[in-house]
């Protein structure tokens, strides 16, 4: 089955600091990416996702790009907010084998 | 459009009652997934379906029970409640196989076993 490893914080950082949140995964075949994100007191959302070699996702100023060679989906933001303060879940998708979501990554920003 | 809405988002059970958590969805979504979240922990799967009618347990399946007689609705039923029910419970869906497709997550139901 698939499955990743990736630190589970909490990573704490000032307002502005370059965030890199890292994930490596192991799978059977060729998954497709994602990076879910985790408010508090609310579910999971797609951050982003990438579904082949090389391509790079992004949205909200995050981005990962999915390396086959290296079998990782690092996330970065160049300037964190305090909003940004979340629990961070990097998931492989393939075929139909449902997503198991581990602790993930708590992030928190300071002002 | 709503997405994926769950009920109730809070409730407190004795030990021994019975509940359904509701879970409903308008994006004609075919399949459908129960998790929970125990305090600081990840998601742990309870059940899923791949369309109306088909059901299968996740990883922890045990004491509750689901069906999918549409595509829409997908209730879990907690039946004789334990304290180790308490948890935050978490409907989701995706408009084909998980693999490639999107999970969309409700808002959760918190739920707390006395």
């Known amino acids: 089955g698939n499955s990743v490893t990736q630190m589970e914080g909490p990573v704490t950082l000032s307002e502005e600091a370059f965030l890199t949140i890292n994930c490596t995964y192991t799978?059977?075949?060729?998954?497709?990416l994602f990076w879910y994100v985790q408010y508090p007191g609310e579910g999971l959302q797609l951050l982003l996702k990438a579904t082949k070699a090389d391509d790079k996702g992004s949205n909200k100023g995050f981005e990962a790009t999915y390396r086959k060679e290296t079998t990782s989906f690092h996330l970065e933001k160049g300037s964190v907010q305090v909003s940004d303060s979340a629990v961070y879940f990097c998931?492989?998708?393939?075929?139909?084998?449902?997503?198991?979501f581990g602790r993930g990554t708590s992030l928190i920003v300071h002002p | 459009n709503a997405g994926v809405t769950q009920t109730p988002k809070f409730r407190i059970l004795k030990i021994g009652q019975s509940m359904t958590l509701q879970c409903t969805q308008d994006m004609n979504h075919n399949y459908m997934y129960w998790y929970r979240q125990d305090p600081g922990m990840g998601l742990k799967l309870i059940y899923y379906?791949?369309?109306?009618?088909?059901?299968d347990k996740g990883e922890v399946p045990n004491g509750y029970n689901v069906s999918r007689s549409t595509t829409e609705d997908f209730p879990l039923r907690l039946e004789l409640a334990a304290p180790s029910q308490t948890s935050v419970y978490f409907c989701a869906s995706s408009l084909g196989p998980p693999g490639a497709n999107v999970l969309t997550f409700g808002a959760g139901s918190r739920l707390t076993v006395l």
């Open positions: 379906s791949v369309g109306a009618g088909i059901t």
């Open positions: 998931a492989p998708g393939e075929g139909s084998y449902i997503p198991t």
């Open positions: 799978a059977t075949g060729y998954p497709s």
